[in-house]
């Protein structure tokens, strides 16, 4: 680093990993958020949507205005798969499955956020946007991880949101798939999604889980207590917070 021009005390130099990415497993008028784990090379670009305002008065010149800005980028994530399920993780499972579909099934919602190693979230930066999905395997030789390119490139214009990012490990879990379906009283079940690793508390339909053990950040395993079957939420507490209701169903 330069001694020759000083910075400004309490500032750092950023990251290339500084930025989160979240895709939308839920509604968009009730969003569940997914951040997408094993992420690299993301790079988010910001096309101008323009329209010509020449006249006379710009002597056959060029003269076009900003109407707002599209979203488009560009990263890779490694291919995660359940033992159990053979699925990958939820948000890969949701590209892949947007790759392969067409018109409202090709479109997934998502959002950005500057996330920082160490200090405050940029609170400028960060944007929620619909695009479509082109997702393609890489290293498809004989040895190597496996690894999606993917490409979103947006529909109409994205939209500026308050910086969601709060700090590692402040956030509120994420359940983003309980198994397996049918599970009876004091059977184990694996609750599958993120931010676990501090959890407090496990309930199934509001009764609380006696029994769990984290496995890692994105996956626990509970007992199912003592409840009637059919569709019951299944909820997750960590200091963050508690996650917005998974819909599980049980059996008896």
């Not at 101008?48 to 710009?58: E, K, L, P, R």
């Not at 890692?216 to 963050?240: E, F, I, M, Q, R």
């Amino acid at each position: 680093m330069s001694t020759h021009v000083p910075l400004p005390a309490g500032t750092t130099l950023g990251k290339s990993f500084e930025y989160g990415l979240d895709l939308n497993l839920g509604s968009y008028g009730d969003p569940v958020w997914q951040p997408v784990r094993r992420m690299s090379g993301f790079n988010p670009t910001f096309p101008a949507i323009t329209s010509d305002v020449g006249t006379y008065d710009d002597r056959g010149g060029t003269n076009e205005d900003v109407d707002s800005r599209g979203f488009a980028t560009s990263f890779t994530v490694l291919g995660n798969r359940s033992l159990a399920t053979g699925l990958y993780l939820p948000e890969l499972e949701r590209i892949v499955a947007a790759s392969r579909d067409s018109r409202d099934g090709a479109v997934i919602d998502g959002r950005f956020y500057h996330k920082p190693d160490v200090g405050v979230a940029n609170p400028n930066d960060a944007g929620r946007f619909l695009a479509r999905v082109d997702a393609n395997r890489e290293n498809t030789g004989n040895t190597g991880a496996e690894r999606w390119a993917v490409t979103l490139t947006g529909k109409g214009a994205y939209e500026k949101i308050a910086n969601p990012f709060t700090g590692w490990g402040s956030t509120a879990p994420t359940v983003s798939f309980v198994s397996p379906e049918g599970a009876l009283d004091g059977e184990l079940i694996t609750i599958s999604g993120s931010g676990f690793l501090d959890a407090t508390a496990v309930t199934v339909d509001g009764a609380p889980v006696s029994e769990f053990i984290i496995i890692n950040a994105s996956s626990l395993v509970a007992v199912l207590p003592v409840g009637d079957a059919g569709a019951v939420p299944v909820v997750v507490t960590t200091p963050g917070g508690s996650a917005a209701p998974y819909t599980f169903v049980r059996g008896a």
